[in-house]
Structures are given as C-alpha cells and as structure tokens.
C-alpha cells in the first residue's frame, strides 16, 4: 500500500497523456494530416495504454478497489471495453468518413464517462 499514491499519479498522467494522445489522432484525420499513420509515433499510444493499463492492474492489486463490490470501478471497466471498440472503428480507414465520426464521438462518450467515474467514484447502484 505504500507505493498506491505514486502508482495511481503515474496511472493519472498515462490517462491523461492517452486523451490527448486519442483526441490528437483524430484531429490530424479530420485535417487530413494522416501523416502519423506511418511514422513511428503511431506506436505511442499503444505502449502508453500498455503502461495505463498495467498500473491500472496494480492499483487493483495493492488497493482496496475490487470491481464487483465497486460498482463505479465495474462500471469504469466496462466504459474502457467500449472506448477500445469505438476507438479502434474510429480510426478504420476502410469505414466511411460519417460512420468513423460516429464511432469516434461514442468513444469520446465514453471517455468522458470513465474521467468522472473515476473522479467522482459515485454509488451508482446501491
């Protein structure tokens, strides 16, 4: 338990850098820029969510959060299950553009349900 405050500030900033990181791709698709596509900074957001997600896994471990009793955290994971969905249909070149638009504001959505659950941790079903 001693190392839960630096581990869940370091699980904070991978959160944060993934957003922005998330929220960047689609802008350069909106402007045409699909440049990063093909350059090695596409890997980015993939070995930060790699990190994001593993110190996720050790704050369950060390913490005293367990998904089926939080019903926030179930909840949260849940949301993230959906966000990987639409966020990969998002980036499908092969849809169309409006149908990618679609995918990408629900994985927005969803993001921003996951930010104020795990801000807020509210008792949702209790």
């Known amino acids: 338990m001693e190392y839960y405050l630096n ?9 944060y850098v993934s957003v922005t990181l998330f929220i960047s791709r689609l802008l350069l698709d909106s402007l045409g820029k699909v440049g990063w596509r093909h350059s090695p900074a596409r890997y980015l957001p993939h070995i930060n969510d790699s990190v994001l997600l593993t110190l ?10 367990q ?5 926030w955290l179930g909840t949260k994971i849940l949301l993230l ?14 849809l169309p553009v409006k149908r990618r638009l679609v995918w990408a504001v629900l994985a927005l959505l969803q993001l921003a349900g996951i930010l104020y659950l795990a801000i807020n941790k509210p008792l949702l079903f209790s």
């Open 7 to 15: 581990v869940k500030i370091l699980h904070m900033f991978c959160a």
């Open 67 to 71: 998904p089926l009793a939080h019903s």
């Open 56 to 65: 996720a896994l050790t704050l369950l471990v060390i913490g005293p959060w």
């Open 81 to 94: 299950m959906g966000y990987i969905l639409a966020g990969s249909k998002a980036f499908k070149l092969a």
